[in-house]
Antibody
Framework: EVQLVQSGAEVKKPGESLKISCKGSGYSFTSYWIGWVRQMPGKGLEWMGIIYPGDSDTRYSPSFQGQVTISADKSISTAYLQWSSLKASDTAMYYC????????????WGQGTLVTVSS | QSVLTQPPSASGTPGQRVTISCSGSSSNIGSNYVYWYQQLPGTAPKLLIYRNNQRPSGVPDRFSGSKSGTSASLAISGLRSEDEADYYCAAWDDSLSGLFGGGTKLTVL
């Protein structure tokens, strides 16, 4: 069974750093792209970027380029999304999901990680 | 404003057929597959339709998708109370990024 399990909710202050994770199981983690999607409170889904764990090839949406870093550790089948300096506007639910293939969209989703940034 | 345009809301009564539209452009819907996701309150999105009109295992055949040119639509027949959710269309864009519609909130009256 394909599963993506994300790390737990986080509460951070503005300016702090953060790294959240997404662990895949039940399939060949290095053979599928992983995508990250943001959902701000009461809003829709936004595409952030994708990574291919096999070789760490990473593609960012222009809106998120330079704002976050996507990485992966294939030895532990885990992808990451990180911030170096959080802002209040980063408060959102973040989902990881598996791409069917490059040029296609997402099939299996993680449960989401709620990130709250507040002073 | 999303590049893929959906109506913000839709509604229907139990048993009715409801359709949700999604409009894009030649660089996304016009040249790539369309996908539909269902997001029930407080849960992660779930794949409902892939490759324009294919249903993953376990998705009832009450749900169907279609695409024509740069537009697509999701149809739900035999509407049920548990179909009340947010629905998102999505497509790959030739700029090498995925795109989502703004979402449609479906209310079952």
């Amino acid at each position: 069974e394909v599963q993506l399990v994300q790390s737990g909710a986080e509460v951070k202050k503005p300016g702090e750093s953060l790294k959240i994770s997404c662990k895949g199981s039940g399939y060949s983690f290095t053979s599928y792209w992983i995508g990250w999607v943001r959902q701000m409170p009461g809003k829709g889904l936004e595409w952030m970027g994708i990574i291919y764990p096999g070789d760490s090839d990473t593609r960012y949406s222009p809106s998120f380029q330079g704002q976050v870093t996507i990485s992966a550790d294939k030895s532990i089948s885990t992808a990451y999304l990180q911030w170096s300096s959080l802002k209040a506007s980063d408060t959102a639910m973040y989902y990881c999901a598996r791409l069917i293939s490059l040029g296609e969209l997402l099939d299996y989703w993680g449960q989401g990680t709620l990130v709250t940034v507040s002073s | 404003q999303s590049v893929l345009t959906q109506p913000p809301s839709a509604s229907g009564t139990p048993g009715q057929r409801v359709t949700i539209s999604c409009s894009g452009s030649s660089s996304n819907i016009g040249s790539n597959y369309v996908y539909w996701y269902q997001q029930l309150p407080g849960t992660a999105p779930k794949l409902l339709i892939y490759r324009n009109n294919q249903r993953p295992s376990g998705v009832p055949d009450r749900f169907s998708g279609s695409k024509s040119g740069t537009s697509a639509s999701l149809a739900i027949s035999g509407l049920r109370s548990e179909d009340e959710a947010d629905y998102y269309c999505a497509a790959w864009d030739d700029s090498l990024s995925g795109l989502f519609g703004g979402g449609t909130k479906l209310t079952v009256l």
